[in-house]
């Protein structure tokens, strides 16, 4: 059984991608939505978090966890893997395959205020960003549109675009999503971003795939079966109303 974990609904746009690899395995997907969202909080706050959601997942039986999450990745990751003695998958912003991609030279980030500043997303900077630039932003209030289900329609497009533009003025030509809420505003994205610069080609860059092949990959290495051997089940839950969660699980996967 595979754990997901995220703040909200958006480990949803992962757990997509690990159920077309992945389909006959059992799942536990856990919103922390009472919680959510996890971007302005605290180290310690998160690792408070993640760590009580991961004891409650082994204790339910799962043997492997995706932290859906990019912020939690980068807060709290490295102590979760020194506390349990499982494997834990994390969210990387894709910054490596945007540098290969883009033709402008200019490689837009959005991601939360916590991942931004994060050791570990400046690490990851560093290594594959040498040759390009790299501007960031905020997706400030895209967490909340996605919680509340307006992915588009013109309040979502003028939400977008006040965090989205400054990455295009700068340049940008290729944007990674650096926040696993994210991907469900893709269209809304491709559209603020067609509209705004019409003779632009922007790629726009959701690593769940990625993070799903990789799993696929430790699960292997760890002897982990690729199928559930008792038939597999789907369980939803979440530390506040579980609406919104079976909502967006039901539209979207
Ligand atoms: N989905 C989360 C991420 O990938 C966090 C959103 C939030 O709670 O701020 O960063």
């Known amino acids: 059984m595979i754990g997901i974990f995220d703040s909200g609904v958006g480990g949803l746009s992962v757990f997509r991608e690990i159920r077309k690899v992945l389909p006959e395995q059992s799942y536990i997907y856990y919103s922390d939505n009472a919680h959510c969202p996890y971007g302005e909080k605290s180290r310690e706050y998160i690792i408070d978090r993640t760590r009580a959601i991961t ?41 490596k395959p945007a540098a290969q991609a883009t033709k402008t030279g200019v490689v837009g980030v959005l991601a939360t205020a916590g991942t931004l500043k994060a050791t570990k997303y400046i690490d990851t900077r560093a290594k594959w960003a040498q040759n390009v630039q790299i501007v960031e932003h905020i997706g400030q209030g895209f967490v909340e549109l996605v919680e509340n289900g307006s992915v588009s329609g013109p309040a979502a497009e003028t939400t977008v675009s006040a965090s989205l533009k400054p990455l295009l003025d700068a340049g940008a030509d290729t944007i990674v999503l650096g926040c696993t809420h994210y991907p469900f505003l893709i269209d809304t994205i491709k559209k603020v971003a067609s509209e705004t610069y019409p003779s632009r080609s922007v790629t726009v860059i959701d690593p769940a795939p990625a993070v799903a092949r990789h799993l696929v990959e430790v699960m292997a290495e760890e002897g982990i079966e690729p199928a559930s051997k008792e038939g597999y089940q789907i369980e939803l839950l979440a530390s506040g109303t579980p609406d919104n969660l079976q909502r967006t699980f039901d539209t979207l996967l």
């Open 55 to 95: 004891q409650m997942l082994i204790e339910k039986g799962c043997e492997i966890i995706v932290v859906a999450c990019n912020t939690a990745t980068a807060a709290a990751i490295s102590t979760l893997r020194e506390e349990f003695p499982i494997k834990f998958i994390g969210m990387e912003p894709a910054i």
